[in-house]
Every structure is written in C-alpha cells, then in structure tokens.
C-alpha cells in the first residue's frame, strides 16, 4: 500500500491527471464463473480517484482456464473473456470510464504468441457491444499494436470504426535523432490520415496509450536532459492535435538499476523514486496545456524541428504561441510588432531568432515577451 501512494503521490506532484494499468484477467477469474477484484487494485483504484487521477484499465492477459492461458481464440474463451471485462466494467461503473481492450495482442506482451488483426476483431466484436450496454458512458477503447499495419488492417476490418478510440503505442526510440518528438508527431498525423481515409470518419481519435525513451548506457538510450525535452516536446504537439485523446508516458518510475537495460530506464523518476529531469518537463508541460487550447500552426518547416503552435489562454488573455527551432534553422521568428495582441510567425526569416526549447511568447501593445514553457 506505502508503494501505491508513494506513486500515486509522483504523479500528483507531475500534474498528471490519469494512470493506466493492468486489470489482469487470471487475478479477478480465479475460479471458472467467480469473479472479484483483488484487494491491491481496488485500494489504487480507490487512491488514484481520490487524488482526481482518472485510471485507465487494461482488459488483457489470458487466463490458465481457458485456452491454456493463451490468448482467447476459441468461442469459449472469448465469451469468458467477455464475461470477465463485463463483471470489471461493471464493478467500476461511476469510478472508472475508460477502458483498453487487451495491450499489444499482436505482440509476446502477457506471454503466447503474437495474435493477428482477425484474431482480435473476432474478440472486440464479441466484447464491444456488452460492455457499452453495461456503462454506456464508457470509453472502450481499441487496443494497441505493434506491428505495421495494425491499425489499418483494424480498420479495414471495421473495428477502428466500431471502437470509441484506437490506442496507439508510436515508440521511436530505436532511431538516434534530435528531432524524435516531431517524428513520432508527424508519424501519428499521417496514421490518423490513412485511417480517416479507410473508415470515412471525419476524425480518428488517438490515444497514445504508450510513449517514452530511455534513458540506459548505450543503444537506443538518451541522455535525461534529451528525454526532458522530448517529452515536453511532444506533450505540447500532441495536445494541439484534436484528434490526439492523451499521452501516457512509460513509465512512472524505472523499472531496474542495470545502467544498459533500456527496459529499466523509461521512467519519469529512478527506481528510488527521485526525479529525474524529465519529471520536471512533464510537470511543466502538463501546467500549461491544462490551461491553453493549443493548434498546431503549420507543418512548414516541422520536419526540421521549426514549430509554431497557437495557444489560446482558456481564461482570456493575450495572443499567445509556443515556438521552437531545434536545430537553430533560422527559418522562424515571431513578430508582435504589427497593432495590440496581433501576432505573426514568419517561417522563411533568414537569421536565427527562436529558440531550440520551446518558449511561451505573447503578444502585447505591439510587443513579445517570452518565457520557456520548462525553465531549467
């Protein structure tokens, strides 16, 4: 219980506002037709609420009763599956809306073999429809892949459509670059494009369910001063994206102390529970998105690290943008110049006048002023 609201308590101290976590089957359906919850994730459930951070709950894993505990194919699997994430769903009813349906099924995640997109629109078109007549207030979310051509494939299928969302997990953390954050960004515009495409939806809303870089000795690890910026990065260009729900970062807390273990390294705090940098970008990230509507200005340039995005105070205030050149382009200032709170981002200026962390500049009286969104 002390480990549970030691957590609880970092993600309070973050500004975060939900956590997500498993709500393993084979722990709730230990016997064939008898369900509860046990006693260690109703209490965070509990403590999460209390502390106004909305959970979100993985219906996942297989369960040893059923299907030898791989993932439920058969027709008895999947109907227990759907009686198990019924009786959760149900017990939550008033406490939690928002659900996952299954974790990377296309992965070894939870052990078994990779499933196919067939598989897991066989299961979601058998738990879909219960589960919103059980709390039709509820967010049943698609679960995500990690495979290309996942979501297309579901949608193709037809569940992208049938979901209230699709989960997306857009690591990017292989490839050594400055510019990660725009990449994953740009990667999930053109996911959201094709989908719109294949479904005929107006939008596709994401939620970027899993997103985070390590920070271990050696291959694919980054510095924690590279992952403070990468997530405050993509905190501010993933909020001015409608179609972008969330972002749950992983993790909260490293997993391990082996320094070349990238698997003990995602988190916002070490495994002793002290900040690393990164907790302090969040934090100030999370601050100000709370309290601005953000767009995304244009993409000229944001292949190179050029980003304008307009931030409308949602209390009232003056014309307001978050801007950032990463890699001192030179190819963008702001000028405020131009009669009261009118404010213009010029993206072909020839000399470097923005910089590489992202600041908060206003326009007042035909004046900018500026402030880092994270100051160091």
Known sequence: MAKQESELNLVSKTNLTSVRFDMPWKYIETRQGEYSIPADLERYVDMAIKRGIQPVLILDYGNSLYDGGDKPRSAAAINAYARYATFVVAHFRGRVNQFEVWNEWDNYTGGFRPGSPEDYATLFRAVYPVLKATNPDATIVVGAGVRKGWEERLAELGIVQMGDGLAVHPYNYQVTDD???????????????????????????????????????GKFGVSEETQRSFATRLVLLARSLPYIKGIWWYDLVDDGNDPTNKEHHFGLFRIDLTSKSVASGMSSAATFVATHALTLANTNGFDEGVVAIEARPLMGGPRTAVVWDVRQTGRMRVDCGKGDDVMTIDQTFGAASVSPIPAIVTAHRGQCSSRLVDPT
Do not use: Q, S
């Open 179 to 217: 510019l990660a954050p725009e990449h994953c960004i740009r990667a999930l515009i053109e996911l959201e494009e094709r989908l719109r495409h294949l479904t005929r939806k107006a939008k596709v809303d994401l939620y970027v369910t899993e997103i985070g870089w390590p920070t271990n000795i």
